[in-house]
């Protein structure tokens, strides 16, 4: 197994627009980790509101869970903590949440004090006006930061020109990132049902290997931009995969098997 894909994908089957049920979600994610391509799968990702389902579900004696808890409910979020702390078979290695400082009435010594020292913290900033200081406030409090690259609706999916200012100013800040949401194939791409214009996770990996390099916001661009198969793929040799790979941690996925199809498909992996 290539080791610039290891843990590229986090499971994010419970969410849209997969909404897999709890018992499916689960049971596949175990079914994913024991895979020939097992170690490219992530941690779980589940939200706070969710988290007694999920416990529920690990009730019997079997395999731990490595999870990443999204954060919903900040009132409730010391108790959540403790008791995913205390389930025998979860270990936390990431929180997630959504950074509003001008919004949500939380600043950072908040959030420096109630998140756990002991995982990985990501905070989801917005592809926006605000990106560089935002993604200074999260280099500050030693974060990482998430950045949305799609859902449900169209206004959800931002342009390449928002994702390669966000992916510039992390690199240049020196923070990794995860991205989420609406990375289904490798390469960009428009939605067959919808309409919608999909990033592609290869050209992501291209064009954060790209702001590695120096490149600027609108070279960045066109790298997302790019729709050529043989030239992404072309990009994405082992040595530039694994430098973007300081930067673009993981993203997260509600189907583990349609990247896992697009790899293969472009014979960047396979089971031999």
């Not at 999920?54 to 990443?68: E, F, H, I, T």
């Not at 661009?221 to 072309?234: E, I, K, M």
Request: charged fraction near 20%; hydrophobic fraction near 45%; include cysteine.
């Amino acid at each position: 197994m290539p080791g610039h894909f290891r843990g590229l994908f986090d499971d994010a089957a419970l969410f849209p627009p997969g909404n897999a049920p709890m018992t499916t979600a689960v049971a596949r994610h175990f079914e994913h980790r024991t895979a020939w391509y097992g170690p490219m799968v992530g941690p779980f990702v589940c939200t706070d509101r969710r988290w007694r389902e999920l416990a529920d579900r690990l009730a019997v004696p079997g395999p731990m869970l490595a999870l990443s808890l999204v954060v919903r409910e900040w009132e409730a979020l010391p108790e959540t903590l403790a008791a995913v702390r205390a389930h025998p078979r979860v270990q936390l290695e990431a929180v997630e949440f959504l950074l509003e400082p001008a919004h949500s009435g939380y600043g950072p010594a908040y959030f420096a004090a109630a998140l756990p020292r002991t995982a990985t913290v990501y905070a989801e900033v917005t592809l926006g006006e605000e990106v560089p200081a935002d993604v200074r406030m999260a280099a500050e409090a030693g974060w990482r930061v998430k950045f949305r690259t799609g859902g449900t609706e169209p206004g959800a999916f931002p342009n390449e020109t928002a994702l390669a200012k966000g992916l510039v100013q992390a690199v240049r800040a020196g923070v990794p990132f995860k991205l989420t949401a609406g990375l289904h194939q490798a390469i960009r791409h428009t939605g067959a049902a919808t309409g919608f214009e999909h990033h592609g996770f290869l050209n992501a990996l291209a064009a954060t290997a790209a702001a590695g390099d120096g490149a600027d916001e609108h070279t960045v661009a066109r790298v997302l931009a790019d729709r050529t198969a043989d030239r992404v793929r072309a990009a994405c040799t082992p040595a530039r995969l694994a430098a973007a790979r300081t930067w673009f941690t993981s993203f997260g996925t509600c189907s583990i098997d349609e990247p896992m199809t697009g790899l293969g498909a472009l014979t960047l992996i396979g089971k031999d």
